[in-house]
């Protein structure tokens, strides 16, 4: 298996660049993975395909606003950082632009002194260890000072933070959103709970080594990058009475889908954990628990269209990405939605 064999030929207009209003107006690919069949509905629609009995799993992380401008103290040379993950009480892993001019011991300023920042350490892949101080609480800084670290392919200004947050969002701590979720809007979620659907929460904090390409040509030589997932015992319970009493399962969103696997996978059974997964999905993976997925549509070559393969076969996967181009869905974050039942 090559990772070539997950290229599909995507023309860049068909990006989104900005998210659609409402939420759930954006398009929905209806993929029957028993047979290949493909409808096309709207994201609303998905409640026709949830039955009474039926459980979604959602991840409740939030986005930071992980992107931060700055200038060092001494010299006034602009700096571009972006958090990554939190190793201490005021100390995080972060990703430094540019390089050279962050060596250990410089000191940088964001938001006029707002949030100073002291390079401890650089670490062997480039990041490096920042030791931040501020007035009151970091994250209200954050809030203040920082921008949403959109991927690299949305090049256009996002006037709404809170449109890269789900409407669910509620546990700080993803350098990235998990993009399924985006569709949803509180009606919607309260009509799916009306017909008798219910819905549980897990956390995975979403690490920006999720859109890291894979480099390697043998798909199974891929390493997964590490990100720290959480779920209570009222979610673990309610997948064991869903799966007891003989209803489906749906992730929403890979990051979802990787939190039950993982958990299904380390722990043997649902149950109260947490940890930190670098479970790699890909085609020939027995899956445990998830029984349908609400998805986007990914990057080629990707690791999250391998784990799109692995659940509804490879291809009929590759037949739905080119069927959604030639349909001119829209792809990506901002991009339209995809239920696989």
Not at 65 to 72: E, H, I, Q, V, W
Not at 95 to 117: H, N, R, T
Request: hydrophobic letters at 35%.
């Amino acid at each position: 298996m090559k990772t070539s064999d997950f290229y599909y030929d995507l023309p860049e207009e068909l990006i989104a660049q900005t998210p659609l209003e409402p939420r759930d107006s954006s398009r929905l690919m209806v993929l029957d993975r028993q047979n290949g069949d493909i409808e096309h509905k709207h994201f609303y629609d998905v409640i026709d395909y949830l039955q009474k009995g039926d459980l979604l799993v959602i991840n409740n992380s939030r986005v930071l606003p992980a992107r931060l401008y700055g200038k060092r103290t001494d010299t006034d040379a602009n700096i571009e950082l972006l958090l990554l993950e939190q190793k201490g009480n005021n100390q995080w892993e972060t990703l430094v632009k540019p390089g050279k001019k962050a060596k250990v011991g410089a000191v940088i300023s964001f938001g006029d002194g707002k949030l100073i920042g002291t390079i401890k350490e650089v670490q062997e892949d480039g990041n490096r260890i920042i030791e931040f101080q501020c007035e009151g609480n970091i994250y209200a800084v954050l809030d203040e000072i920082g921008q949403m670290p959109l991927p690299p392919y949305i090049t256009e200004k996002l006037n709404d933070k809170e449109r890269y947050q789900t409407v669910y969002s509620k546990d700080i701590g993803s350098a990235a959103a998990p993009t399924a979720g985006l569709h949803f809007t509180k009606e919607l979620l309260q009509k799916i709970k009306d017909k008798g659907i219910d819905i549980a929460e897990v956390t995975l904090h979403v690490g920006l080594g999720t859109f890291r390409p894979v480099k390697v040509d043998d798909v199974t030589n891929h390493k997964m990058h590490s990100e720290h997932y959480m779920m209570n015992e009222e979610t673990a319970n309610k997948i064991k009475e869903t799966k007891k009493n003989g209803g489906r399962v749906f992730a929403v969103g890979t990051t979802s889908c990787r939190t039950l696997e993982s958990i299904a996978t380390f722990q043997g059974e649902m149950k109260a954990c947490d940890g930190y997964t670098d479970i790699f999905i890909y085609p020939g993976y027995p899956f445990k628990i998830i029984d349908g997925l609400i998805t986007n549509f990914h990057l080629p070559e990707s690791t999250l269209i391998m784990l799109v393969s692995a659940f509804c076969g490879y291809d009929n996967t590759m037949n739905a990405y080119k069927v959604a181009v030639d349909e001119k869905y829209r792809f990506f974050s901002f991009g339209d939605a995809m239920l696989i039942v």
